[in-house]
């Protein structure tokens, strides 16, 4: 069966400082990969998407997510944290079905130290 | 960008009555919408698919006849929240998709059952 895993449920990172949420990945093929962006109370934004092509892909608010089919990862960084950035981060994978369902990692929680 | 609109953005109800939550997609025709449920500190749970025009296809445990969809035209889909209990208090999230591109999330509906 089709699962996203984000190992770590909750991150502290100090601003500034560099970022990296890890995502894993289980798929019988190459899936849609995304990197949602949850603040409290709020829908989902979209960070990034990955399809096909370039597996180092750029999205906004200065993150970027590389593809490693070998791994099945999907791991999304920042290379400077801003304070604005604590919220809760979804990687998510798209099935290739004829309804395209995204299937949702468990999350993980960015907090970030002034 | 696509926004997607959803409505109310949060609703009180005493028990054993009915609630619609709208889903509309602003500036694009969605062929497909989706339901997502949300318990406090989890992720998105799926719980059903509607294509435009037709019946909309539910997950594994989810009550058809409780949680009512209609996607009776390209720019909106409703989600009836029947007999409400308090169980069925939860965060519910629309997204639509046009065509292949990705999914786009509404802000969510917070639903509280009294």
């Known amino acids: 069966a089709q699962s996203v895993t984000q190992p770590d449920i909750h991150i502290t990172v100090s601003e500034g400082a560099s970022l990296e949420l890890r995502c894993n990945y289980s798929?019988?093929?190459?899936?849609?990969l995304f990197w949602y962006v949850q603040s409290p109370g709020q829908g989902l934004q979209l960070l990034l998407k990955?399809?096909?092509?370039?597996?180092l892909v750029q999205g906004i608010k200065g993150f970027e997510a590389e593809f490693k089919r070998s791994q099945s990862s999907f791991n999304l960084r920042k290379p400077s944290v801003h304070w604005s950035d604590a919220a809760e981060y979804f990687c998510?994978?798209?099935?290739?079905?004829?309804?395209?369902?995204?299937?949702f990692g468990p999350g993980t929680s960015l907090s970030v130290i002034p | 960008g696509a926004v997607v609109s959803q409505h109310p953005s949060w609703v009180i109800c005493k028990s054993g009555t009915s609630v619609k939550i709208e889903c509309r997609s602003l500036?694009?025709?969605?062929?497909?919408m989706f339901w997502y449920r949300q318990f406090p500190k989890q992720s998105l749970m799926l719980m059903a698919t509607?294509?435009?025009?037709?019946?909309?296809?539910?997950e594994q445990g989810v009550e058809k006849d409780k949680f009512l969809i209609n996607h009776a035209s390209l720019t909106l889909s409703t989600l009836t929240v029947t007999s409400a209990h308090p169980e069925d208090s939860s965060f519910y999230i629309c997204?639509?998709?046009?065509?292949?591109?990705?999914?786009?999330f509404g802000p969510g509906t917070r639903l509280l059952v009294l």
């Open positions: 500036d694009f025709q969605a062929t497909t």
């Open positions: 997204s639509a998709r046009e065509a292949q591109e990705t999914q786009y």
């Open positions: 509607s294509n435009e025009g037709s019946k909309a296809t539910y």
């Open positions: 998510a994978v798209g099935l290739k079905t004829s309804y395209d369902k995204v299937i």
């Open positions: 990955y399809f096909s092509g370039d597996t």
């Open positions: 798929y019988g093929a190459t899936p849609y």
